[in-house]
């Protein structure tokens, strides 16, 4: 028997056919709609539960490929290969040299450690990480971070429990492949697809993106309107791991292709202010068969007065510059009480879904009744304000 097949066999048994723990990482609040899209997926998943910050899921190999191209909510996908009691750096180094590691990373790549400790006598983060590395190095030939391709390995220590994790996704799941540039008020597109999702947006309705920068409501809505997979449109990590399965990856992108609804006239309408952020937009469109059902038009949100007969399908969903990111907190007080009267006067009986700061909630008069919901919005705290405009 050859190297070559013995090492084959290796991985088959101790990696592809072997039932894995995963971790569905989120941004808070969004657990509950990641729980649902993992319950939807094609694929044998089970014991899920959700925590703060994610989802624990379990699962083969291959379905973690299926979770990373499907989920919308979750920011990367992450699978623990070790588990162990250490409470200090000889018992750290012992378990981590009796992983494997040849099994799961590619030779030469760059190694990415991070190391989060609580309630735990390694607590010293970086000496944790510098043991790892050096341990791993033993087993392979790890390039330094920058210089072959980035992978990344997590260990979480609590009360001296330690858990090594492997980052299936490689860039964090909201980099689509669609855009390479962000506006000056960036929304991440896991966050606008929870957006859109608990606004009731689907397929057979109008998309109004009154304010869209650069376009991540309507990017997100023709992906999930025509329901394509998020990860359609990019590489991962697991893609360079000795046990990826070029034919498993395969299936995974049929299921996916099974999905897509067909595209006739424009359902989405993009406008901005902004001539740059509509170009970039636009070419992003061009670009990408899949958004073709995008009309953009640079135009300023009060100018526009969008069509009566698409209002009992509609949602207009807004993204207004406020505060710390745009403008003074008056300022965006102010934009925000014109937006409402604007929504009254020309949106009415459309859907609603606008992010507004959580403190202007109660400073702002709401012209109509809405529902809202806390949001973590880059790091601010806002409010999703969701609704029908009588």
């Known amino acids: 028997m050859t190297d070559t097949v013995a ?12 039932h894995w723990d995963f971790f ?10 990641c729980r649902r899209e993992l319950e939807a997926l094609p694929a044998e ?3 899920l539960k959700m925590v703060v910050g994610g989802v624990h ?12 191209l499907n989920l919308r909510t979750a920011t990367r996908i992450l699978m623990r290969i070790a588990h162990f009691r250490a409470s200090n750096f000889r018992r750290l180094e012992k378990e981590i040299a009796a992983i494997d590691w040849e099994l799961f990373l590619p030779a030469g790549c760059a190694l990415d450690i991070r190391a989060a400790s609580r309630h735990s006598r390694l607590y010293h983060r970086e000496a944790v990480t510098e043991v790892v590395r050096k341990t791993v190095s033993f087993r392979l030939e790890i390039a330094a971070v920058g210089k072959g391709p980035l992978q990344r390995l997590q260990l979480r ?13 490689g860039d964090a799941l909201f980099k689509r492949g669609l855009k390479t540039a962000g506006g000056r008020a960036p929304l991440r597109e896991t966050m606008a697809a929870a957006i859109l999702m608990t606004a009731g947006f689907g397929s057979g309705m109008t998309l109004m993106d009154p304010m869209c920068g650069t376009g991540t409501f309507s990017l997100e809505g023709a992906l999930l309107a ?31 292709d099974l999905a897509p609804r067909p595209v006739g006239k424009p359902f989405i309408f993009a406008t901005d202010i902004d001539p740059a952020a509509c170009d970039t937009l636009q070419q992003v469109i061009e670009k990408t068969d899949a958004l073709q059902g995008i009309q953009v038009t640079c135009r300023d949100f009060f100018d526009v007065i969008p069509d009566r ?3 009992a399908r509609g949602l207009v969903v807004l993204n207004p510059p406020y505060g710390r990111r745009i403008g003074s907190r008056s300022e965006g007080r102010s934009l925000a009480m014109e937006i409402f009267r604007k929504l009254r006067t020309d949106y009415r009986g459309w859907k609603l879904a606008m992010i507004l700061p959580r403190g202007y909630v109660n400073e702002v008069q709401l012209p109509f009744s809405v529902k809202s919901r806390p949001f973590y919005h880059g790091g601010l705290k806002v409010a999703l304000l969701t609704g029908a405009v009588p």
């Open 309 to 311: 007969d698409l209002a």
């Open 57 to 68: 899921f379990r699962g083969r190999l291959h379905d973690g490929y299926t979770a990373n």
């Open 157 to 169: 220590l609590v009360d001296d429990r330690v858990s090594v994790s492997l980052d299936t996704s």
């Open 45 to 47: 998943i089970g014991s």
């Open 24 to 33: 569905a990482v989120t941004a808070p609040g969004l657990e509950t709609l």
């Open 7 to 18: 090492f084959a066999k290796r991985l088959k048994r101790r990696v592809s056919a072997h």
């Open 226 to 256: 025509r329901q394509i997979a998020p990860g359609r449109f990019r590489e991962f990590a697991f893609m360079r791991w000795p046990a990826f399965a070029p034919g498993r990856w395969k299936e995974a992108l049929r299921q996916a």
